[in-house]
Every structure is written in C-alpha cells, then in structure tokens.
C-alpha cells in the first residue's frame, strides 16, 4: 500500500474498525481454534472495501470524500492566441470520466468537434481534494495530454468545483496548459453527470 493510501479515510474511524475488527478475529480464532493470519484477513478487508464497497451506506461513513465517480458531460469554453497574435475564442463540447476508488482518484478529459472528432485525451496525474462545505469539494490536479498529428503534448492544470444539486452532480471549473507560446485556457460550468461509467474509452 502507497503512502496515501489512506488519505481519503476518515483516521478515527478507520482505527476503531481496524481494532474492533482486529479484536473479533482474534476472539473467534481463539474460541473455534482456527489457523489464520489476522493481518492478511484485515488487508483482504480493506482491499474490498476500497474496490467495491467504499460507496455503500454503511461504509461511505469512513471517508471524507463525496463519490464523484462516473462521466460528465458539459460545454467547454476555451482561449488562446494564434500565431498571428490574435484571441481565438470558441466552444466544444467536453467529457470528463473520473474513476474512483476508496483510495484512488483519476480522471480523464477530452473534447469532441462539431464533426465528431475526439480530441486527445488529458490524463490527471496528481489530485488534491479540499472539502468546501457538506456538498462542494474543490480538485485540484496536473494533467498529461499526450497530443495527437493535431495538437503538441503538453501539461495543464486543471481546477474543479463539485457540487451536488438535488438528484444529480455537477462539475465547474477552469484550466490552462504551458503551451508556448500560446497558452491555451478555458471555463466550464455545469458539467453534468450522465452515468455510473468510469470507462474512458470512446
């Protein structure tokens, strides 16, 4: 398990399970007489926690962080300037899948042109979760588009705002890239959760 493993738990919560957990496994293998390890049960716990369970009721309790699992769907407003030193501004349809773990969150990022292309995809490299308030988190991550015969690879920034309105969730937000010398920028706004896939294949 990587340092961060644990980053999204709630610490206090996790220790209780972990000793409550620890103690009854240590109880029923001292009453039946049986022949386990402890630690390797209570890893094989929190790895089906962590790959499946983590978004039930009863175990979305030990972590900090919302579900913001699933693809977003949204229009992209994006600004840059040309090589002859003139503003392009314009607007793009965008998706966003993000897939998420108890322990892992990644996301992936690509636009689609008016006559269906899809752009080169933007992979999140590392993510920082700040909790706003009960309902809004802020993301914060770099990004990796590694370009295609259109577009140079390059790296950008890419800052979120997730919030969840009634029954659905929402995404807003702005980037920029170091492309030189024409930086590229952009705004989102409601961003639309469309569905449970984490599949970033298209």
């Known amino acids: ?11 206090k919560l996790l220790i209780s399970l972990l000793v409550s957990l620890g103690i009854l496994i240590f109880l029923a293998k001292d009453y039946w007489g049986l022949s386990f390890s402890i630690i390797a049960i209570i890893s094989s716990f929190l790895l089906i926690i962590d790959k499946w369970l983590w978004k039930i009721k009863v175990f979305n309790h030990l972590f900090w962080v919302d579900d913001f699992s699933g693809t977003y769907e949204g229009i992209l407003e994006y600004e840059f300037v040309d090589s002859n030193g ?26 689609i042109r008016e006559n269906g292309f899809k752009s080169s995809e933007s992979e999140s490299i590392a993510i920082s979760v700040k909790k706003l308030d009960g309902k809004q988190y802020q993301l914060i991550y770099s990004y990796e588009n590694k370009g295609n015969s259109e577009l140079a690879p390059h790296y950008g920034t890419e800052i979120i705002k997730f919030i969840r309105k009634k029954d ?10 170091e492309r030189l010398p024409y930086q590229t920028k952009g705004t989102f706004t409601d961003m639309k959760w469309i569905s449970n896939s984490q599949t970033h294949e298209f």
């Open 1 to 11: 398990m990587d340092k961060g493993y644990f980053k999204y738990y709630k610490s």
């Open 86 to 111: 003139k503003t392009q501004k314009g607007k793009l349809k965008q998706k966003k899948v993000i897939h998420q773990t108890g322990s892992r969150i990644k996301i992936w990022s690509f636009t």
């Open 168 to 177: 659905n969730k929402y995404l807003s937000g702005k980037y920029f890239t």
